[in-house]
T-cell receptor
Framework: DTEVTQTPKHLVMGMTNKKSLKCEQH?????MYWYKQKAKKPPELMFV???????INESVPSRFSPECPNSSLLNLHLHALQPEDSALYLC?????????????FGSGTRLTVV | GIQVEQSPPDLILQEGANSTLRCNFS?????LQWFHQNPWGQLINLFY???GTKQNGRLSATTVATERYSLLYISSSQTTDSGVYFC?????????FGDGTTLTVKP
């Protein structure tokens, strides 16, 4: 299995809702990442987990809450989002920490906040 | 932080043409990766290439780390090559993406 699987593929949520994005990989990778990508822009790093511990938080607002329950699973909990948070959210994983051997990306979750 | 510049920003080709995409970076990096993002948003790894030259079918890439640039060559382009091509560099614990090159291949 050489894939990173993200669910759901599409999500529409209101500003008062609570929702979660899920990311799963079974490649034995020990580093996992969340990225946010706005239209016609490059991906921007949000969080990095290494060995299930949060290693990097790129000053992301607290309405985004990451969680790594085990080495294969990464969640992003969403609460009280704003319309400007609408974007493509990408998950990635790598064998070594910080891209020593390259990243594998999931297909993303397209989030719309209404 | 490190700066990554890709050129050209946009490229339109006729099917069958060849092209070269460039990625310049402002500081030493641990590694560099080329991606193709398809119209559905999937980022597909093309090459993981900290230095040297690699080839995969019609695509090849060269990174000259000492001169801080990388090139992606696409030969005999096909309409399925359309999309955005990103290079990403890894340095000091973080990744930085360039703004991408948007490639359109016309039949």
């Amino acid at each position: 299995d050489t894939e990173v699987t993200q669910t759901p593929k599409h999500l529409v949520m209101g500003m008062t809702n609570k929702k979660s994005l899920k990311c799963e990989q079974h490649m034995g990778h020990r580093a996992m990442y969340w990225y946010k990508q706005k239209a016609k822009k490059p991906p921007e790093l949000m969080f990095v987990y290494s060995y299930e511990k949060l290693s990097i938080n790129e000053s992301v607002p607290s309405r985004f809450s990451p969680e790594c329950p085990n080495s294969s699973l990464l969640n992003l909990h969403l609460h009280a989002l704003q319309p400007e948070d609408s974007a493509l959210y990408l998950c990635a994983s790598s064998q070594g920490f910080v891209g020593v051997d390259g990243y594998t990306f999931g297909s993303g979750t397209r989030l719309t906040v209404v | 932080g490190i700066q990554v510049e890709q050129s050209p920003p946009d490229l339109i080709l006729q099917e069958g043409a060849n092209s070269t995409l460039r990625c310049n970076f402002s500081d030493s990096v641990n590694n560099l990766q080329w991606f193709h993002q398809n119209p559905w948003g999937q980022l597909i790894n093309l090459f993981y290439i900290p230095s040297g030259t690699k080839q995969n079918g019609r695509l090849s890439a060269t990174t000259v780390a000492t001169e801080r640039y990388s090139l992606l060559y696409i030969s005999s382009s096909q309409t399925t090559d359309s999309g955005v091509y990103f290079c990403a560099v890894y340095n000091a614990g973080k990744s930085t993406f360039g703004d991408g090159t948007t490639l359109t291949v016309k039949p």
